[in-house]
């Protein structure tokens, strides 16, 4: 039985690889994850960038949002009821007018099958004068295009990567969010975001969500299981975060993201942020 999508949402999720907006929380509750990013930022400006990637590891309130029941509820309907969180990643952007995120296809990096879902999770206003989320509907259906590498650029892509190759962008359309709302998009679609000309950051957090019968053929990654039962194994567990910033928990960041890393950073002339730092530019989390 769905909890939150019709049978014709399922069904234009299938067609168009997106279903936006949702309302996941309230914006309370989104208030409540901003101070608790807000206060690390605060305590950690050195290690903002480490929540570029599996970011629940490090914070137990990034594994509270990745388990708030109407992400998972809503997850569900997409993807059935046994989850797994792949992964986490903070994507903030300064209202400077200058930070975008070119189009890109995230399968260019990512080699988890059959789906990896992103629940675009707003914690502030992301609309389109703030630089949202914007898609090519049924992108997803076609094939993976070339991506080319950028450098200096004010992109807040890891490798501030593009598409290298014409395609029709027409029909793109904006994710626009309130706080406390996702956009739930295939990660094959493909996808990018404007400048930020609000008054206030654009905060997102991305959860990938995928089925525990998702696989990557190598190397042996991990996730945490966030509802019903893991029967297949394909990935290790995540531990859940006891304290922000632990020893432990810092330990365990560092093993899972340097395998994550090997794969998303596969041939890039630039070494892993979250691991590394950027190599030209300034944080775009700020």
Same mark, same amino acid.
């Given at each position: 039985m769905l909890k939150v999508f019709s049978p014709a949402q399922v069904d234009a999720f299938a067609r168009d690889g997106f279903?936006?907006? /949702?309302? /996941?929380?309230?914006?309370?509750?989104?208030?409540?994850y901003r101070e608790r990013l807000e206060? #690390?930022?605060?305590?950690y400006p050195e290690h903002r960038l480490k929540l570029d990637q599996k970011a629940h590891l490090i914070c137990p309130w990034v594994d509270e949002l990745i388990? $708030?029941?109407? *992400? %998972?509820? @809503?997850?569900?309907? %997409?993807?059935?009821?046994?989850?797994?969180?792949?992964?986490? !990643?903070?994507?903030?952007?300064?209202?400077?007018?200058?930070?975008?995120?070119?189009?890109h296809q995230d399968t260019a990096y990512a080699d988890v099958k059959p789906i *990896?879902?992103? *629940?675009? *999770? @707003? %914690?502030? +206003?992301?609309?389109? =004068?703030?630089?949202?989320?914007?898609?090519i509907p049924g992108s997803h259906r076609g094939p993976l295009l070339p991506h080319k590498e950028a450098f200096q650029t004010s992109s807040l892509l !890891?490798? =501030?990567?593009?598409?290298?190759? +014409? #395609?029709?962008?027409?029909?793109? /359309?904006?994710?626009? %969010?309130? +706080?406390? =709302?996702?956009?739930?998009?295939?990660?094959?679609?493909? &996808?990018?975001?404007? +400048?930020? #000309?609000g008054p206030d950051r654009r905060i997102l957090f991305l959860l990938e969500m995928i089925p525990?019968?998702?696989?990557? &053929? =190598?190397?042996? $990654?991990?996730?945490?299981?966030?509802?019903?039962?893991?029967? #297949?194994?394909?990935?290790?567990?995540?531990?859940?975060?006891?304290?922000?910033?632990?020893? @432990?928990e810092l330990a365990a960041w560092t093993r899972a993201v340097e395998i994550q890393a090997s794969v998303l950073f596969r041939g890039a002339q630039r070494p892993p942020r979250a691991l590394a730092g950027m190599t030209s530019g300034t944080p775009p989390v700020g």
């Open positions: 279903v936006s907006p /949702v309302r /996941v929380m309230a914006p309370e509750r989104a208030r409540y206060a #690390f930022e605060a305590a388990r $708030e029941p109407g *992400v %998972l509820d @809503a997850t569900q309907d %997409l993807l059935g009821p046994d989850l797994l969180c792949w992964g986490t !990643s903070l994507r903030a952007k300064r209202p400077d007018g200058k930070t975008f995120a070119g189009w *990896v879902l992103i *629940v675009a *999770v @707003a %914690l502030s +206003p992301a609309r389109s =004068e703030n630089g949202c989320i914007r898609g !890891s490798r =501030e990567q593009f598409i290298d190759a +014409p #395609f029709d962008r027409s029909t793109a /359309v904006d994710f626009a %969010l309130d +706080p406390g =709302e996702a956009a739930l998009f295939n990660n094959a679609m493909i &996808h990018s975001s404007n +400048p930020n #000309f525990t019968h998702a696989y990557q &053929h =190598e190397p042996r $990654e991990s996730a945490t299981l966030v509802r019903g039962h893991d029967a #297949f194994g394909n990935f290790d567990a995540d531990p859940r975060p006891q304290a922000e910033m632990g020893a @432990a």
